[in-house]
């Protein structure tokens, strides 16, 4: 079964490593897509700590993801038509559009939060801000 999971994964911290080793023990084929950084801004309103390429590479050395790859910039939906995934992981607290999602008869799976009160990015970049 090939399992994908989307984030941006900027200062990865336990929770991001819970959200992957659950998505990774949904199959046998694991690929992470990467948010863009244009993406990220436009979504969240901020860029990034890290750039993309950073974060890619710091998802690569965890040496979970069978595959990992950045984002389409035009359009996110790009990488599950290409990847035809069996399961797409979401995070606990990722905004997706389940309607568009459900079009690629993939099964979807809302996965479980990892002490979100800890381990949250948006937290965590409060208390370990960078100036």
């Known amino acids: 079964m090939k399992v994908i999971a989307f984030g941006t994964f900027d200062l990865l911290h336990p929770g991001h490593l819970n959200y992957l080793y659950q998505a990774k023990r949904l199959g046998n084929f694991l690929i992470v897509i990467i948010a863009r950084d244009v993406n990220v801004k436009k979504n969240k309103k901020k860029l990034p700590i890290q750039n993309e390429i950073q974060r890619k590479i710091n998802i690569e050395k965890l040496e979970i993801a069978n595959k990992v790859v950045l984002g389409n910039i035009n359009d996110k939906y790009n990488v599950i038509k290409k990847y035809k995934p069996d399961i797409i992981a979401l995070g606990y607290d990722q905004k997706a559009d389940i309607k568009k ?31």
Request: net charge positive.
């Open 101 to 131: 999602l459900k079009k690629f008869k993939a099964k979807i799976i809302r996965l479980k939060p990892y002490k979100s009160e800890i381990y949250k990015s948006s937290k965590l970049k409060v208390k370990y801000a960078i100036s």
